[in-house]
């Protein structure tokens, strides 16, 4: 008699089992979920446990099959992956929001004003600064030194370009390096007018005052990477990928990345110094859950707005001129198959056409067979429309936003000819199938919302040039949040734990305010982000 009663029991319990939601630490429901998963692109809701997704699905769906304590209703708003800036300076953006910020100058009279102002407040013994761009000036000429040898007789300055690739010094500041009309640099250039230094270096000549500038203390470059994490999570980005960094800041962000200081994730390209080669060659690739060291940082040429990037012709505005090569050929082919040899990535600035031709072809001479190496060009900017092809295996890395900065002046530098195979952002994808976006901040606005308005509007924001610059080259929308997610997460052989809104990846998105893949793509540069999580932790 007691048998029926007990199958009851028994049955119920079963069901009751199957029918348990799994715990979850927090459950998004419904959201507009873009996922860049091409197999389920779109979602309402997603769970989240010990800071992976545990669930993607229908707001029902997940409702039906979690609980949990902390449930957020977003009444239809927009989430994406956590964004990845595939190629910026993120420890300089700290470092150089302690020094004069002369990003946006229109002329050397406010640039002047801005070092008088910060040194009245700061009253520093060595005065560093960064951003001026004389292509924003009426007179796009280089600046000289003449009015802050007068302003500053006794006290060193020095003032990066905003790319990286000259430097306005005074006359103590070259008295303290040791440059005279004597000086001779390879790879960059002491520029003179009339025989006279003007105090403008451009490329390698930088390297001698750089060695005279006061080291940063500890307190201070701690506070700056905590300055530019600050930066970047109001802006929506959970990875940067840092490109050129020494051992002692590496060991410094991992440090406070343990310590749980230092939130956002880091893909470390090496700075290729002897030094870092003989390192970390031997130390082996580095792998944490927020630090990922697997590659080394090399320059090949300069900039184009400096006339620093090599071309294989003339440039167009200056006669005779090349440019010229930062590391000499023989030491990009050494590292080149050094590099080849271990399991480290080669990530290499090259941004005129002769740069990329040596590097591409470089890279095929060492690779040879290899595969899944994922070698990048930096930039590829000014690409021979004969040598596209050999993208195939190498992964081009670009900024959307130095197309829209440099369309004023660049055909200036190339021609109307050349100008056709540069920002060639389609072409490249097309080839290789895959491209990775960035801002190569602090050169560039940190914004990731900047970056995907230039990739698909070619466009500044005034709204010029009516149709886009070089549109043929631009990017769909879809294209766009693929490269700055996870096609930048494949280029740091890190698609299988980010990039996409997926079971078993890490918990890293944002929350937007509009849907950026359904707004006027004018209105793209106001969004705002609601909301930036890692680990399924709220960050900002």
Same mark, same amino acid.
């Given at each position: ?22 715990? %979850? ?5 419904? %959201? ?125 300055? %020095? ?41 403008? *270096? ?49 060991? *410094? !962000? ?7 200081? *230092? ?69 990009? %082919? ?115 919302? *900047? ?75 106001? !969004? ?13």
């Amino acid at each position: 008699m007691y048998k029926p009663l007990i199958y009851l029991i028994s049955t119920f319990v079963l069901i009751s089992c199957s029918r348990e939601k799994q715990q %979850a630490d927090l459950i998004i429901t419904n %959201a507009t979920i873009y996922t860049v998963n091409d197999e389920a692109p779109k979602a309402q809701s997603f769970a989240i446990k010990d800071g992976l997704f545990i669930g993607v699905g229908t707001s029902k769906e997940i409702k039906k099959q979690y609980r949990s304590d902390k449930v957020i209703n977003l009444e239809g708003k927009t989430v994406l992956p956590g964004l990845i800036d595939g190629h910026c300076h993120f420890n300089n953006l700290g470092l150089f929001m302690q020094t004069v910020d002369l990003t946006g100058t229109t002329s050397f009279d406010e640039i002047i004003k801005r070092v008088k102002t910060f040194q009245e407040e700061k009253n520093l013994d060595f005065i560093k600064g960064r951003g001026w761009d004389q292509n924003d000036w009426k007179i796009k000429e280089y600046p000289t030194k003449d009015q802050l040898d007068r302003l500053f007789p006794n006290i060193p300055i %020095a003032l990066t370009r905003i790319d990286g690739h000259a430097l306005l010094v005074n006359q103590a500041a070259l008295d303290l390096a040791g440059i005279d009309e004597n000086t001779v640099v390879s790879g960059g250039e002491i520029v003179k007018k009339n025989g006279k230094i003007t105090g403008v *270096l451009v490329d390698n000549a930088m390297k001698m005052v750089n060695r005279i500038i006061p080291e940063t203390g500890l307190q201070e470059r701690i506070q700056a990477l905590k300055d530019a994490e600050n930066i970047c999570l109001e802006l929506g980005l959970t990875t940067v990928s840092d490109a050129g960094l020494g051992r002692n800041t590496i060991d *410094l !962000i991992d440090s406070m990345q343990q310590n749980g200081d *230092l939130k956002i994730r880091v893909y470390a390209m090496v700075s290729a110094s002897p030094e870092n080669l003989d390192y970390y060659l031997e130390k082996g690739i580095t792998k944490t859950d927020r630090l990922n060291v697997r590659s080394f940082k090399i320059y090949a040429d300069g900039a184009l707005g400096s006339r620093g990037a090599v071309l294989k012709r003339p440039y167009s505005d200056r006669d005779d001129h090349f440019g010229a090569m930062v590391t000499s050929l023989d030491d990009l %082919a050494n590292i080149a198959r050094t590099l080849a040899k271990s399991d480290f990535q080669m990530n290499t600035h090259a941004i005129g056409d002769s740069a990329n031709s040596y590097i591409l072809k470089t890279y095929a001479k060492e690779l040879k067979s290899q595969t899944n190496r994922r070698w990048r060009i930096e930039h590829a900017q000014v690409i021979d429309p004969d040598e596209f092809d050999y993208f195939t295996e190498i992964i081009p890395s670009v900024q959307p936003t130095h197309a829209t900065s440099d369309m004023y002046w660049a055909e200036d530098r190339l021609g109307p000819e050349r100008i056709k195979g540069a920002y060639a952002f389609k072409n490249l994808l097309e080839i290789n199938g895959r491209i990775v976006l960035g801002t190569d901040f602090p050169v560039e606005k940190v914004n990731p919302m *900047l970056t995907f308005y230039a990739a698909v509007s070619r466009k500044d924001l005034s709204g010029y040039p009516e149709g886009g610059f070089e549109m043929t080259n631009g990017l769909s929308r879809e294209e766009t949040l693929k490269g700055m997610t996870i096609w930048a997460a494949y280029a740091n052989f890190e698609e299988k734990e980010k990039g996409s809104i997926e079971v078993d990846k890490f918990a890293d998105f944002v929350i937007l305010d509009q849907d950026i893949l359904e707004v006027p793509i004018d209105q793209v540069p106001n !969004i705002k982000i609601n909301g930036t999580y890692i680990n399924g932790e709220k960050v900002y």
